[in-house]
C-alpha cells in the first residue's frame, strides 16, 4: 500500500520536532573560546601578524643580554584579559623554554568585544641550543596556551624556524 502524498513527510517532520524539543533548546550556546599565535607587526609593532605554519620567529636582543623570541599572541572568547603560556621546543632535540602565565591575568589590547592582543611577548631562549650553535634556521615547534579566570581555554601549535637576521 502507496503513502498518500500529504503524509509522506509526516515522519521528517516529527524527528525535527523531536530534536528541537531538547533540554538545550533555547539555551544559550557556550561561549567558544580560540587563540592564535603570531608575531608583532607594524610600523609601531603593535599588530598582529598570524604566524604561518613553517613561518619565521626573529629573535631579538634588547641590552640585557639574552636572546628572546619576539612573538604576540591573539585570543578570542577570553574576554579582556588572560593567563597567556608560551612554549618554544627545538624540533631536533626536544629542549623546551618557555614563558610561564603568570600568577594573575595578563590585561590584553581588546580591537573588539571578541579579539584581545597580547604583544609583543618575549619568550628567553636560552637553554633551547648549546652555547655557540647557530640558531638562525632552526625548527622548532611553538605552543600557545591561554584561559581566563572563568575557566575558558584554548590552545594552538605551530611548527616555525628561528631567525637571526635581526642579530646582524
Known amino acids: 500500500m502507496r503513502t498518500p502524498p500529504r503524509l509522506r513527510w509526516l ?24 587563540v592564535d599565535v603570531g608575531l608583532p607587526g607594524g610600523a609601531d609593532g603593535l599588530e598582529f601578524v598570524a604566524l604561518e605554519p613553517g613561518g619565521e620567529v626573529p629573535l631579538q636582543t634588547f641590552g640585557q643580554g639574552g636572546t628572546h623570541a619576539l612573538l604576540a599572541v591573539r585570543c578570542g572568547g ?19 623554554v618557555s614563558a610561564p602565565p603568570s600568577a594573575s591575568p595578563r590585561l590584553l589590547l581588546c580591537r573588539d568585544s571578541q579579539v584581545c592582543d597580547l604583544l609583543p611577548l618575549l619568550v628567553m631562549t636560552g637553554g633551547l641550543v648549546p652555547p655557540g650553535t647557530d640558531r638562525d634556521g632552526l625548527a622548532v615547534h611553538v605552543r600557545v596556551d591561554a584561559s581566563n579566570a572563568d575557566g575558558l581555554s584554548a590552545s594552538v601549535e605551530r611548527d616555525a624556524f628561528l631567525s637571526t637576521a635581526a642579530l646582524r
Open 11 to 34: 515522519p521528517l517532520g516529527i524527528a525535527a520536532l523531536v530534536g528541537c524539543s531538547g533540554e538545550d533548546a533555547g539555551a544559550p550556546a557556550e561561549p567558544r573560546a580560540w
Open 78 to 96: 577570553l574576554g579582556n584579559a588572560a593567563f597567556v603560556g608560551v612554549e618554544i621546543t627545538n624540533s631536533a632535540t626536544g629542549d623546551t
